[in-house]
Structure formats: C-alpha cells, structure tokens
C-alpha cells in the first residue's frame, strides 16, 4: 500500500468509453480492460467504486421531440445495462461487486443505500452505482460528484477518450493547449467540457480532486491510483 496515494477511489466512465471502436453498444475487449485494472486495485487494497454513463445506448438528449424526463429515464437505464455488463466482467474474474441503482430495480440490483454502499467498500467489494442521482435533468457526470461525497472518496478518476483537458476540443483545434493542472474555478469560467459545471461545483464544495485522463493507455487507471503523471488534475 505504500506506494498508493488514493485509498478509496470513484472512477467514472462515460457510456462512450465502453463502446470502444463500436462508438455504440459494449465492447467485451474493452470492459475486459477495465476490469482487469479494478481487479488489480482491488488486490492492491484500494476501494474502488464505479459510476457510468449510457451513452453508448441513450443520452436524454437523443430524444428530440420527446419530453425530457422520459428521455432522461430512458439514459437511466442505459447506465443500468452497462453497470451490469461491469459486474458480470468483475465476477468473472473472482472480484466480487455490486451494482446500486439510484432507480429502483430489485431483480436485478441493489437499491442505493450509503450505509450498505460503504460496508461493501470496507470489504472489498466494488460498488457499480447505476441511473445517476435518480434524478430527471442530472447528468452522470452529476452523479459522480454527489456519489464520491457521500462514500467520502478521495478522488475521482474521469476516463474519457481524450488523454487531459484541453482548452479546446483536441480533435476539432490542433493548436490546443493541454493543462497538467487546473482549478475548479478555471474549468467552469472557460466552459471547459471536462465534467458539467454542477458536478463541478459539487466537487469544488466538498474538495474532492479530478484525474483527468485517457482510458486508452494501458494502466492508466492503476497509474492515476498511485499517483503517477498522467492526464490533468482538477483541484
């Protein structure tokens, strides 16, 4: 453990992320990664705790001309299939998890409970919080930041498809310059797209840090943990 910097950890993956080359659906290869790298943290004696998104299936933006809390509901349930194709890769591997979902869903998952979200943790288990906050208008990203407050987190760890945050799109303006470090503050006052200015705000309140950085690179979240250079952090 000594050369751990974070104990307990919530890492957040996008929908996206887990479609891999796909761009929709679940890519076996990819979660296999992931999973591989939570095994190895678990081992480790890190507590690791998952939030994730859907959009690889459903983001509530998707639906034009539908009302807005049925959409938003619809991309709920996307993050629930994905939870669940985490878990089963988890198990499979001998690591036990938990998915917890913010909706109400008995057959299939826990319902969550704080108390019974960090005697998992305590344990060893990893805890896979499915449907965000619960909450119609609320993004994922949202979710996150309330979820890490309230297991006590000591950092959040955003994968994304990008390798930092930039003070543009990287993919859209080459001349973009990519941050080792930036503040909340920075982040919200350049609109900069690293998480959605709520959770952004939530993590400055409860001084919970970001590690920024691309998923894509082998270890990186085993890198991130143990506090090696990689991406960008938000404090």
Same mark, same amino acid.
């Given at each position: 453990?000594?050369?751990?910097?974070?104990?307990?950890?919530?890492?957040?993956?996008?929908?996206?992320?887990?479609?891999?080359?796909?761009?929709?659906?679940?890519?076996?290869?990819?979660?296999?990664? =992931?999973?591989? %790298?939570?095994?190895?943290? #678990?081992?480790?004696?890190?507590?690791?705790?998952?939030?994730?998104?859907?959009?690889?299936?459903?983001?509530?933006?998707?639906?034009? /001309?539908?009302?807005?809390?049925?959409?938003?509901?619809?991309?709920?349930?996307?993050?629930?299939?994905?939870?669940?194709?985490? %878990?089963?890769?988890?198990?499979?591997?001998?690591?036990?998890?938990?998915?917890?979902?913010?909706?109400?869903?008995?057959?299939?998952?826990?319902?969550?409970?704080?108390?019974?979200?960090?005697?998992?943790?305590?344990?060893?288990?990893?805890?896979?919080?499915?449907?965000?906050?619960? /909450?119609?208008?609320?993004?994922?990203?949202?979710?996150?930041? #309330?979820?890490?407050?309230?297991?006590?987190?000591?950092? =959040?760890?955003?994968?994304?498809?990008?390798?930092?945050?930039?003070?543009?799109?990287?993919?859209?303006?080459? /001349?973009?310059?990519?941050?080792?470090?930036?503040?909340?503050?920075?982040?919200? /006052?350049?609109?900069?797209?690293?998480?959605?200015?709520?959770?952004?705000?939530?993590?400055?309140?409860?001084?919970?840090?970001?590690?920024?950085?691309?998923?894509?690179?082998?270890?990186?979240? =085993?890198?991130?943990?143990?506090?090696?250079?990689?991406?960008?952090?938000?404090?």
């Amino acid at each position: 453990m000594s050369d751990i910097k974070y104990k307990r950890v919530l890492l957040k993956l996008s929908g996206e992320a887990l479609a891999g080359e796909n761009k929709s659906g679940i890519s076996a290869e990819v979660v296999d990664e =992931i999973t591989k %790298q939570i095994k190895e943290l #678990v081992e480790m004696g890190v507590q690791v705790a998952v939030v994730v998104g859907g959009g690889n299936f459903w983001r509530g933006k998707y639906g034009y /001309n539908m009302e807005k809390t049925t959409s938003d509901h619809m991309g709920m349930l996307a993050t629930a299939i994905n939870a669940l194709a985490l %878990q089963d890769s988890l198990e499979s591997k001998g690591v036990y998890a938990r998915v917890q979902t913010a909706i109400e869903m008995r057959e299939v998952a826990e319902p969550f409970i704080l108390r019974k979200a960090d005697k998992h943790l305590n344990k060893g288990r990893v805890v896979i919080f499915a449907c965000g906050t619960g /909450n119609t208008y609320f993004t994922t990203d949202t979710g996150a930041a #309330v979820r890490a407050a309230e297991i006590k987190a000591d950092v =959040i760890l955003v994968a994304k498809t990008i390798d930092g945050v930039y003070s543009a799109d990287p993919k859209v303006d080459p /001349n973009a310059v990519k941050y080792d470090e930036i503040s909340y503050l920075d982040i919200i /006052n350049k609109d900069l797209k690293v998480m959605d200015a709520t959770a952004i705000s939530l993590c400055r309140e409860n001084n919970i840090p970001l590690v920024v950085f691309a998923m894509s690179e082998p270890n990186n979240i =085993i890198k991130a943990v143990k506090g090696e250079k990689v991406g960008t952090i938000v404090k």
